[in-house]
């Protein structure tokens, strides 16, 4: 008969060897998950530089290309640029530089450096040759960007004579669409304007208040409107008005107040 006792020896020692090996890699397993660390929380990502707008200036809505005048009336080319700091426009005729209001209000605008704008600039021609060419050019610092028409008289092909031209409503040629201006800074809204005749200028805030003239608020001889130490509450469309015997032309411009960071 086969003793059992001594294979039933054997097996037993056999099964302690396994269980023993299987507790020392299951103590591995759980050493290695002690080392873990739950919920880490992982190093700072430091924040992205804020971006700030670069200098530059464009014309966002250029004059025609071409366009036709007709003696005895007026022709009004528009010009819109965008621009940082905010910028300016001025017109040639023929490459030389030309002006449609008098000396004594061509001001120049007050601008902070750091203030973006979007500015929209009007020529009225009252009298032209055919060929003539008008030139808007804008400028943002030491940058230009410019936009020509060439006009083409209505009927002739050589030069004209400017007819008596009839009385009309005034035309407001100078104006910020949008104006960001840092707190505490002060800022010039242009309201430029031709007229053939005498004309009134009237501002109101943002609330819909006319402006009569404060420590913080002053109407230029110009028409345009100064604004002393900007704040949150000049938030707003603020409104020019100009108008004479025979209508009136009114122009919006929304000013945004910045904080310097």
Not at 55 to 66: A, N, R
Request: hydrophobic share 40%; charged share 20%; aromatic share 8%.
């Amino acid at each position: 008969m086969i003793n059992l006792i001594p294979l039933l020896a054997a097996a037993a020692l056999v099964s302690l060897q396994c269980l023993s090996a299987y507790a020392r890699i299951d103590d591995a397993k759980l050493e290695l998950d002690n080392r873990l660390l739950p919920n880490e929380i992982p190093a700072a990502i430091p924040s992205p530089k804020r971006r700030t707008v670069g200098k530059y200036v464009k014309i966002s809505g250029p004059p025609p290309e071409t366009a036709r005048f007709v003696p005895g009336t007026t022709l009004v080319l528009e010009c819109e640029i965008m621009g940082n700091p905010a910028p300016f426009a001025g017109w040639l005729k023929n490459g030389v530089p030309v002006s449609d209001f008098e000396e004594d209000t061509n001001e120049i605008f007050s601008i902070n450096p750091l203030s973006p704008a979007r500015l929209t600039s009007k020529f009225v021609i009252r009298t032209a040759s055919n060929g003539d060419v008008f030139t808007c050019v804008a400028s943002s610092g030491l940058r230009e960007n410019s936009a020509s028409t060439t006009v083409y008289v209505e009927g002739s092909g050589s030069d004209s004579i400017l007819n008596e031209i009839m009385p009309s409503k005034p035309i407001i040629t100078a104006f910020y669409n949008d104006l960001f201006q840092l707190v505490g800074t002060s800022a010039t809204l242009p309201c430029r304007a031709f007229s053939p005749t005498k004309t009134q200028v009237l501002w109101m805030d943002n609330n819909e208040n006319v402006v009569y003239g404060s420590n913080r608020l002053r109407v230029l001889p110009s028409g345009d409107l100064h604004i002393s130490g900007i704040s949150w509450d000049d938030m707003g469309s603020w409104t020019c008005s100009v108008k004479n015997a025979y209508g009136r032309d009114v122009m919006e411009t929304f000013l945004y107040p910045l904080v310097a960071r």
